[in-house]
Every structure is written in C-alpha cells, then in structure tokens.
C-alpha cells in the first residue's frame, strides 16, 4: 500500500512538473539573449568576460536553464544550493503595487495563488509590513505610501521568476552590500520540487538611500519588487518634484514611537527569530 502510495506520489509530481514545463513553452516571454555563464569554484566564465568571485561552486547558466552545486558569491549573502532548474520570468512596471499585480502575466500553473499570497503578505493588515518596514529603516505609514505609489517619481518594478526543477537551496542575507548596491536581510530556504506556499522574505534598502527592494519566495515563484523611498520631509513636494537618482533617506518620529533605524549594517530580526 504505502510503495503504491510512493507510486502515485511520484507520478503526481512528474505529471505536474510536466504541466508547468509546458507552460513555460507556450507563455509569452522576453526576448531571449545570448548571456551564458560557467561557474568553476571561484572563477566565473561568461558572455561578458573571466570574472574572479569569491564563490565555490560548479555550475553553469544558459537560455533559461540552470544547474549548479555549492556556495554562490558571498557579496549577495550565503547561499548553498544544490539544484537543476528551468526558469521563466515575467515582468511589470507600475506607479502603485495594485497596478503592479494588475498588469504582471503569468500563465504557468499556480501563479495565481502564489500573487494571492504575495499581495496578502504585502497588504495594509499583514503583520509581516511592519517587519519589512524595520529592515527597511523605514516606518511603516512610510513604507504604505511608497507601495502606494511615488507620483512621479521612477515607476515600480516587478520581476516574477518561476523555477521548476529538483534540488534544495539555503540562503541568509546579513545587510551587507550586494552586487546590486542593496543591503538585504532574511532567511530562506526550500526543496525546489515542493510546492508549499509560504513565504520567505528578504529586503533591503539601496546604498543611495532611493530606493528599496522586497524579495518573496512563495513555492517555486520568486516574486521581487522594486520601488523609490521618498524622504518623509518630502512626500508632500514628491507630487510636483520627482525623485532624483540618488536620495538621503531622512527620517523623523513615526507615530507611536520612533523612527526605525537608517543603518543598513544593523541587524534586523526579520522573520521574527527574537520573539519569546
């Protein structure tokens, strides 16, 4: 009974990796370029050169399609990784976060249900907001506004990426900075032939203090926004000035206390590790 059992399990997951690669072929998608890499412990050989990076792994990238085993670039956090994958992605831009859901498409099964989450874990009455306002150094009415939309300033970017594959993946983001200029905390992790939706979240403000990003592992979609922080003192006159490239985020006294810290080196208990 439970090798039958094993059977039907096993069967389950090929018919709905099969469904999912199907859709990957037959969705609309950008164009694809020629961009490859190969990874040989710290060397990194690609499209644009011979990279020294300090990483330790094997692997390789290329129209789509991924493999690799062991410690990616330590500048964007600690990850291990252990995995082979297939990897669409689709993309959006917007002046607010509902016109970002509004206009992303996806039609690979199970991306409906994992925006669902998505947009449950970044709405006004989810408790995950204020944690993503701390790491961010902002407070959180502050946060609200931005998701809401910046005027006229730079429009938001959404970049959904689907991952279908086998493997297992562990990553921790301490607040250094990346490769990107973001200094991002959080802690996630999955075995990427699982479907499980619950969320992993990582975010990070950039190093000019202009803009911010929130990364959501929901199952096997990688949901990662990006959008400008404007200055309290300057949200009134953001109407009618849009924001410059580079800004210094400063912060006054939020409602019912302080203001969040503005030091990306701080440690910030995102996913909530220092609860009693």
């Excluded at 609309?28 to 990194?44: I, Y």
């Excluded at 011979?50 to 990238?61: D, F, M, N, S, T």
């Excluded at 831009?93 to 039609?107: D, K, Q």
Aim: net charge negative; charged share 20%.
């Amino acid at each position: 009974s439970s090798h039958f059992g094993s059977r039907r399990s096993t069967l389950a997951t090929a018919l709905y990796v099969s469904r999912l690669l199907l859709a990957m072929a037959s969705a609309e998608r950008q164009p694809l370029t020629s961009s490859w890499h190969v990874d040989l412990g710290p060397l990194s050989l690609s499209s644009r050169g011979l990279e020294l990076k300090p990483q330790l792994k094997i692997g390789a990238q290329t129209q789509g399609l991924r493999a690799e085993a062991g410690l990616s670039d330590t500048r964007d956090g600690l990850k291990i990784a252990a995995k082979a994958e297939a990897s669409i992605k689709a993309e959006a831009t917007g002046r607010s976060l509902p016109e970002l859901h509004a206009s992303v498409r996806c039609e690979t099964p199970g991306f409906r249900e994992a925006l669902d989450v998505a947009k449950e874990t970044l709405g006004t009455g989810a408790g995950r907001l204020d944690q993503i306002a701390e790491a961010l150094g902002l407070c959180r009415g502050q946060l609200e506004r931005a998701l809401a939309g910046p005027g006229q300033g730079p429009p938001m970017l959404l970049t959904v990426t689907v991952d279908v594959g086998l493997g297992l993946t562990a990553e921790v983001r301490l607040g250094w900075r990346d490769t990107q200029g973001y200094h991002m905390v959080g802690v996630g992790g999955k075995a990427a032939a699982a479907v499980c939706l619950g969320a992993n979240i990582f975010a990070g403000i950039h190093s000019s203090g202009g803009g911010a990003k929130v990364v959501l592992g929901i199952g096997n979609f990688r949901f990662e926004y990006v959008f400008p922080i404007v200055p309290e003192q300057d949200s009134v006159a953001a109407v009618s000035h849009p924001v410059e490239d580079s800004i210094s985020v400063t912060h006054g006294t939020c409602a019912g206390g302080p203001a969040a810290s503005t030091n990306p080196d701080e440690s910030v208990d995102l996913l909530g590790f220092g609860a009693d």
